[in-house]
């Protein structure tokens, strides 16, 4: 597997509210958690990642997992899956000894339904990643499976002692983070999106401001051997590195052909023609849905979005909804103010004409208004999205089916 198959924030585990505590022993100063003997007395310990997830590593071997190993039947999984790891790792002459610079994660499957009881009698068969033969037998047969991957920290980047056959070692060359924050955060970042509008930065001017403070804030945690880096620094440092890795990795950083502007496409696609029913509504709209179309295909690239010119294109939206309610409604306050006006005789023919569609434009007044607040009350919540849920909306839009 890869990074992504560690399923952290998709445990879905959900507490018992029986378990009450009833009294607190006196003169307790402390309360952490007593450790299993078997999990122990085996090396391993527990930790809490800064966010409040617990995972369990074993510190000498340089081994990480999220399972639950105080569990006696899950920590023979994971053991047993450990050992025919190691296994391949020997079959494949794999020159690689776990340590502070390359380390084992492992990640427990558990199909949905299987119990505690079913799993004393299950055996873990690790895989690297999740498309392997065993994943059919094992969903058949309800048995948990591991997968796992090896992280190098000095070359940052992960392996496997078997061809993984997912991707290729190409694609991932130039994919290694950030090799000097300082460089690529305070220079390249900050100046590519202050001179460039069509810039690759996956972050607006204001929020790499932000992230500058931040950085002069913390920059003295580095380097210093008397005192430990903060693991909460670690955590956004990490964030930060894994969000401009993947922008480079999506705009193919190194390769030959690589993305150099936002709205640049790098596959050869042929361009849908509009249908003569869109351009006839286009014309009668004054051609403003070719304008937004045009600034769309700007935005959407190759099935990509770079999300600082989507919240500017929201934002435009909403100020041009705005502009439409407020000429709507003074439009709306003159036509009631002229059919307000009493006729002393009766109506010339010319004045039902001018009666009839004055009605016509309160009509169509009460429709814009009424559009316009339900189009800006829609475009509110899609602030609050991330970059995957507007790649969805775009998806629905372009591929309904």
Request: proline share 4%; glycine share 4%; with cysteine.
């Amino acid at each position: 597997m890869s990074t992504h198959g560690v399923k952290r924030y998709e445990r879905n585990i959900r507490l018992s509210k029986k378990d009450e505590i009833k009294a607190i022993p006196a003169n307790t100063t402390t309360f952490k958690e007593e450790m299993q003997n078997h999990v122990a007395a085996n090396g391993w310990s527990r930790s809490v990642h800064p966010e409040g997830a617990v995972y369990f590593r074993h510190e000498r071997r340089g081994i990480y997992t999220d399972a639950d190993i105080r569990d006696l039947p899950t920590f023979d999984i994971i053991n047993r899956a450990i050992a025919r790891i190691h296994e391949i790792v020997l079959e494949a002459k794999m020159p690689i000894e776990q340590n502070d610079i390359v380390q084992l994660v492992i990640e427990l499957h558990t199909p949905k339904g299987t119990g505690k009881s079913k799993r004393t009698t299950s055996k873990g068969r690790p895989k690297h990643h999740t498309k392997s033969k065993d994943k059919g037998d094992a969903e058949v047969n309800a048995k948990p499976t591991c997968s796992y991957y090896f992280v190098n920290h000095a070359r940052r980047c992960l392996l496997w002692p078997t061809e993984f056959t997912e991707l290729s070692s190409e694609m991932f060359f130039h994919v290694r983070g950030i090799k000097s924050w300082d460089h690529d955060m305070r220079w390249r970042g900050s100046i590519d999106a202050l001179t460039s509008k069509t810039s690759l930065v996956p972050f607006d001017k204001e929020e790499l401001s932000k992230m500058l403070e931040l950085m002069d804030h913390i920059r003295d945690s580095f380097g210093t051997s008397d005192t430990p880096i903060s693991p909460y620094v670690k955590v956004f440092m990490a964030r930060l590195m894994r969000t401009f890795a993947h922008a480079r990795f999506f705009n193919f950083y190194g390769e030959v052909g690589a993305r150099l502007d936002a709205d640049q496409t790098v596959y050869n696609v042929t361009e849908r023609r509009a249908s003569v029913l869109l351009l006839l509504i286009s014309w009668l709209l004054f051609r403003a849905p070719d304008v937004h179309l045009k600034t769309l295909k700007t935005i959407w690239v190759d099935q990509t979005i770079n999300y600082v010119p989507w919240t500017k294109f929201l934002d435009k939206l909403t100020s041009e909804w705005q502009e439409l309610v407020l000429y709507a409604t003074v439009i709306l306050n003159a036509n009631v103010a002229f059919l307000a006006i009493p006729g002393g005789s009766p109506p010339t023919d010319s004045q039902i004409a001018s009666q009839i569609c004055s009605y016509i434009s309160v009509a169509a007044s009460v429709g814009a208004v009424a559009t316009g607040l339900l189009l800006m009350r829609q475009n509110r919540t899609k602030h609050r999205e991330t970059a995957n849920d507007a790649v969805r909306y775009i998806e629905g839009i372009y591929y309904p089916l």
